[in-house]
């Protein structure tokens, strides 16, 4: 299993600033997935976040947004740029599902209001 | 990924067996079927998976029907701390893609069980 920790667990925001995330993993990983959770709503992949290349984007999601940094094999920062209250979301990280038979973890999320 | 459908919602009391069905009626033959659950405000926990064969562990049981169009995941005597969102998800088995490691969810089944 991996141990994930995210920070901050929550915060509330001015429109217009941005919030960097921050994921921290207890193994080293190749690869590290940021979903978006809105309001009610089930979660969105945004990226998938590589060692050493850039991020994937899915669609819907630009870099722009959502710069994504992967500077070592444990960790990764999600950035919320230029936020609106549309932002307001969990972001959640994730790790591992990588093999056909395993399975993934997720941190506890960072719970965004932009006001 | 094959698509998932989901009850909205169950119902379940404290100390029986609760049932959650999911249809997977496009599921390719090197597709597994997980579970995983969340529970408000945290975020998703894995349950289980299977390819084709009954599974079952110290949470839960799967059992996946022989043409592997539905599945039903049954957690033996619910208890009050069950209450989640259970997500029923179907995953490609093979390594590398685009699609490694990439969870596509579904609005899943809000399971709740009273006393």
């Known amino acids: 299993s991996a141990v994930i920790s995210q920070k901050p667990s929550r915060d509330i925001c001015q429109r217009g600033t941005s919030l960097t995330i921050q994921c921290q993993v207890d193994?080293?990983?190749?690869?590290m997935f940021w979903y978006r959770q809105q309001p009610g709503q089930s979660l969105t992949l945004i990226a998938t976040?590589?060692?050493?290349?850039?991020?994937?984007?899915e669609s819907g999601f630009v870099i722009d947004k959502f710069p994504i940094s992967r500077p070592n094999l444990t960790f990764s920062t999600l950035t919320v740029s230029n936020m609106s209250p549309e932002d307001s979301s969990i972001y959640l990280c994730?790790?591992?599902?990588?093999?056909?038979?395993?399975?993934?973890?997720f941190g506890q999320g960072t719970r965004l209001t932009v006001v | 990924d094959a698509k998932t459908t989901q009850p909205p919602s169950m119902d379940c009391a404290e100390g029986r067996a609760a049932n959650l069905p999911c249809n997977h009626s496009t599921i390719s033959g090197n597709e597994y079927v997980y579970w995983y659950r969340q529970i408000h405000s945290q975020g998703p926990q894995y349950i289980i998976h299977?390819?084709?064969n009954n599974e079952t562990n110290e949470m839960a049981s799967l059992i996946i029907t022989e043409d592997r169009k539905s599945s039903t995941l049954i957690l033996p005597h619910a208890t009050l701390r069950d209450t989640a969102v259970y997500y029923c998800?179907?995953?490609?088995?093979?390594?590398?893609?685009?699609?490694?490691?990439?969870?596509?969810f579904g609005q899943g089944t809000i399971l709740t069980v009273h006393p």
């Open positions: 994730s790790v591992g599902g990588l093999g056909y038979n395993t399975e993934a973890f």
């Open positions: 976040a590589n060692q050493g290349s850039e991020a994937t984007y």
């Open positions: 998800i179907v995953r490609v088995a093979s390594a590398g893609g685009t699609s490694y490691g990439k969870l596509t």
């Open positions: 299977g390819l084709k």
């Open positions: 193994s080293q990983v190749t690869m």
